[in-house]
């Protein structure tokens, strides 16, 4: 799965793609040294896969990477973040 990402002054995303489109994605605002996750959403026919975990799991190393904290606003990612200790270290 090839993550990609987009990213202006204040929002972003990490999402993947085939040839209909754009079929999982993951949303955020950036506020100083904040991201806070606010939707993640996998087509329908997708789910179950753990696509969504990869795309977090990514959001997650580029904080780390670009010293962001995260702000799991959206309800999948506070119960990954909820689950997952190694994230920690990121989450405000």
């Known amino acids: 799965m ?3 990402h987009r990213e202006n002054d204040s929002r972003g995303m990490f999402f993947a793609e085939d040839e209909k489109g754009i079929y999982a994605e993951l949303t955020y605002t ?3 040294d904040v991201l806070t996750i606010d939707h993640t959403e996998v087509r329908p026919e997708l789910e179950g896969q753990g696509i969504a975990t990869k795309l977090l799991a990514h959001s997650v190393e580029f904080a780390r990477e670009n010293n962001y904290k995260i702000d799991p ?3 999948f990612a506070e119960v990954q973040f909820d689950r997952n200790e190694s994230y920690k270290d990121v989450r405000i």
Do not use: H, N, S
């Open 73 to 75: 606003l959206c309800p």
């Open 2 to 4: 090839d993550i990609k």
């Open 30 to 32: 950036k506020k100083q």
